[in-house]
T-cell receptor, first 112, second 115 residues
Framework: DAKTTQPNSMESNEEEPVHLPCNHSTISGTDYIHWYRQLPSQGPEYVIH???SNVNNRMASLAIAEDRKSSTLILHRATLRDAAVYYCILRDADNYGQNFVFGPGTRLSVLP | DTGVSQNPRHKITKRGQNVTFRCDPISEHNRLYWYRQTLGQGPEFLTYFQNEAQLEKSRLLSDRFSAERPKGSFSTLEIQRTEQGDSAMYLC?????????????FGPGTRLTVT
């Protein structure tokens, strides 16, 4: 799986939008972009995924650059519960059933 | 609560002892994964089952580690002759895996401390 790079940490104020960036310059055409997050003392949980088009769900939005070399996870109104480590992961659609390769992720702090 | 349970949640053992962890996946999920996570790092893949067949093992999984998934239901991960370097959080995840399983459901993990 191709490698991703994310900032080590970010801070946000409560109720403000948060943009979490991810660079994946070596992404291949069949790589899906996944985001997971891990709250303190819990296992990771799925947030969102996409291939080429921007995606929205109840948790977040995923904005994918036109060249797909970067993406941004958008939390529209951060809450204290959103404080977590956010992982951006690439996964080849042709390798379904394979494991996720997690990096160190971005630690998001939300200030009240 | 994702529906994936792991037991025990915490385990403290002395170096050289054997330990076994259990994972109960979501009942209809045919794929089961084990990961290991050390402090400040993301989870690292250990092994993967589809039903009862162990299809992939990471190079991280030394011969002291063994995993089973009898009858394709729950899974166990055993570590023999534990070492201090085995101290970590051990995470289990499951997925339905009918086609491209974009979502894995993780359990809360078992934290192992080897003294």
């Amino acid at each position: 799986d191709a490698k991703t790079t994310q900032p080590n940490s970010m801070e946000s104020n409560e109720e403000e939008p948060v943009h979490l960036p991810c660079n994946h310059s070596t992404i291949s055409g069949t790589d899906y972009i996944h985001w997971y997050r891990q709250l303190p003392s819990q296992g990771p949980e799925y947030v969102i995924h996409g291939l080429t088009s921007n995606v929205n769900n109840r948790m977040a939005s995923l904005a994918i650059a036109e060249d797909r070399k970067s993406s941004t996870l958008i939390l529209h109104r951060a809450t204290l519960r959103d404080a977590a480590v956010y992982y951006c992961i690439l996964r080849d659609a042709d390798n379904y059933g394979q494991n996720f390769v997690f990096g160190p992720g971005t630690r998001l702090s939300v200030l009240p | 609560d994702t529906g994936v349970s792991q037991n025990p949640r915490h385990k403290i053992t002395k170096r050289g002892q054997n330990v076994t962890f259990r994972c109960d996946p979501i009942s209809e999920h045919n794929r089961l994964y084990w990961y290991r996570q050390t402090l400040g790092q993301g989870p690292e893949f250990l092994t993967y089952f589809q039903n009862e067949a162990q299809l992939e093992k990471s190079r991280l999984l030394s011969d002291r580690f063994s995993a089973e998934r009898p009858k394709g239901s729950f899974s166990t991960l055993e570590i023999q002759r534990t070492e201090q370097g085995d101290s970590a959080m051990y995470l289990c995840a499951s997925s339905s895996g009918t086609t491209f399983d974009y979502e894995q459901y993780f359990g809360p993990g078992t934290r192992l401390t080897v003294t």
